[in-house]
């Protein structure tokens, strides 16, 4: 199994190179074809047309039903429900055409759901596996019933050792953080508050780790978050 590096440091900052991955889900369900085969996922095409773009060219949705039951016309059968292989990723622009010049763009939104900023996004460098500047705790422990209101939590990885040395230090870390039955919050930087960028390029989160033990076995998590759940001002607060 082929581990991703993690570059730890722990309270008294002291780190090491560690392994995340994917934390396991346990799934009891299976799912089967009528004769106990696994099914075949596979990708096909849907249609050939664009809802919008037939809109456009018949003026509105009502006008578009009335020309479909004019014209009549045929479902292309040479290519709807064609299996899709080797698939590429491409923009549009407003109009449907193919876009060969992108310039991606990061928008901010207040917590209305209003947009507040919008700027070009730039490709931030992965920081987890430096080996000069490991990723650190903050210091802040959060409630976890209050880190589960508080923030959305859209990943997480399982923090692994390496070695029998990265074991010691890993269980221990873990029993701390069982211990004070808290989610300590991790991130780059001095003070371990910096956004952690998991690949070139990837979107930045805010890191939480969740430490258990059971006897000499232990699990350390790694959740993150880009989303924070922020109360909207009451007609009191906005006068």
Same mark, same amino acid.
């Given at each position: 199994?082929?581990?991703?590096?993690l570059?730890?440091?722990?309270?008294?900052?002291?780190?090491?190179?560690? *392994?995340?991955?994917?934390?396991? #889900?346990?799934?009891?369900?299976?799912?089967?074809? $009528? @004769? +106990? &085969?696994?099914?075949? !996922?596979?990708?096909?095409?849907?249609?050939?047309?664009?809802?919008?773009?037939?809109?456009?060219?018949?003026?509105?949705?009502?006008?578009?039903?009335?020309?479909?039951?004019?014209?009549?016309?045929?479902?292309?059968?040479?290519?709807?429900g064609?299996?899709?292989?080797?698939?590429?990723?491409?923009?549009l622009?407003?109009? *449907?055409?193919?876009?060969?010049? #992108?310039?991606?763009?990061?928008?901010?939104?207040? $917590? @209305? +759901? &209003?947009?507040?900023? !919008?700027?070009?996004?730039?490709?931030?460098?992965?920081?987890?596996?430096?080996?000069?500047?490991?990723?650190?705790?903050?210091?802040?422990?959060?409630?976890?019933?209050?880190?589960?209101?508080?923030?959305?939590?859209?990943?997480?990885?399982?923090?692994?050792?390496?070695?029998?040395?990265?074991?010691?230090?890993?269980?221990?870390?873990?029993?701390?953080?069982?211990?004070?039955?808290?989610?300590?919050?991790?991130?780059?930087g001095?003070?371990?508050?910096?956004?952690?960028?998991?690949?070139?390029?990837g979107?930045?989160?805010?890191?939480?780790?969740?430490?258990?033990?059971?006897?000499?076995?232990?699990?350390?998590?790694?959740?993150?978050?880009?989303?924070?759940?922020?109360?909207?001002?009451?007609?009191?607060?906005?006068?």
């Amino acid at each position: 199994m082929s581990l991703r590096s993690l570059n730890l440091a722990n309270d008294h900052q002291r780190d090491a190179m560690v *392994g995340f991955d994917n934390a396991p #889900v346990a799934t009891r369900v299976t799912m089967v074809l $009528p @004769d +106990g &085969t696994p099914p075949l !996922r596979c990708k096909y095409l849907k249609t050939t047309a664009r809802l919008d773009r037939l809109v456009a060219d018949a003026g509105d949705l009502v006008a578009l039903g009335q020309a479909l039951v004019d014209g009549d016309p045929e479902i292309d059968v040479e290519q709807i429900g064609r299996p899709l292989t080797n698939t590429h990723r491409i923009y549009l622009t407003a109009d *449907g055409d193919i876009a060969y010049r #992108v310039t991606l763009q990061q928008v901010i939104h207040r $917590p @209305d +759901g &209003t947009e507040k900023e !919008r700027r070009d996004a730039t490709k931030a460098p992965s920081n987890v596996a430096l080996e000069d500047h490991p990723v650190r705790w903050s210091g802040r422990l959060f409630d976890k019933r209050e880190a589960l209101r508080r923030f959305v939590f859209t990943r997480a990885y399982q923090v692994r050792h390496t070695s029998g040395l990265t074991y010691d230090f890993l269980y221990a870390m873990a029993k701390q953080l069982q211990d004070a039955d808290a989610l300590m919050f991790v991130g780059s930087g001095p003070k371990g508050t910096g956004p952690l960028v998991l690949t070139t390029g990837g979107e930045p989160y805010r890191g939480f780790l969740e430490g258990r033990v059971d006897a000499d076995r232990y699990a350390l998590v790694l959740h993150l978050t880009n989303l924070e759940l922020k109360a909207l001002p009451t007609e009191e607060e906005g006068a």
